[in-house]
Nanobody, 127 residues
Framework: QVQLVESGGGLVQTGVSLRLSCAAS????????MGWFRQAPGKEREFVAA????????RYADSVKGRFTISRDNANNMVFLQMNSLKYEDTAVYYC????????????????????WGQGTQVTVSS
């Protein structure tokens, strides 16, 4: 089992950068595929980015591709989401998620495949 705690959210202006962090508990962090999802007010939770267990494969939503970068530090049980060139439409609560399943990189975009979730961190981008 793994517990996840996100941090790094805040209120920023358009065009700036922000880095989200997710700290995971447990000794088997490297056995989890990690993902970031977000949920804006009145909208469904949507996939943002995912990274494979070893960090060698990543997947991004089209809306963030080229602006966001997901990375992980297995030695310190951390996963990060570097967000550059933030837009107003990036405003949402961002959730870190972990999956113990064997997922193809295509399957990493499905929220239902993740069994563990953090409490979320708010990112607000003002225009």
């Amino acid at each position: 089992q793994v517990q996840l705690v996100e941090s790094g959210g805040g209120l920023v202006q358009t065009g700036v950068s922000l880095r989200l962090s997710c700290a995971a508990s447990g000794r088997t962090f490297s056995s989890y595929t990690m993902g970031w999802f977000r949920q804006a007010p009145g909208k469904e939770r949507e996939f943002v980015a995912a990274i494979s267990r070893g960090g060698g494969s990543t997947r991004y939503a089209d809306s963030v591709k080229g602006r966001f970068t997901i990375s992980r530090d297995n030695a310190n049980n951390m996963v990060f989401l570097q967000m550059n060139s933030l837009k107003y439409e990036d405003t949402a609560v961002y959730y870190c998620a972990a999956s113990a399943e064997f997922l193809t990189i295509f399957e990493t975009s499905y929220a239902s495949r993740y069994g563990y979730w953090g409490q979320g961190t708010q990112v607000t981008v003002s225009s």
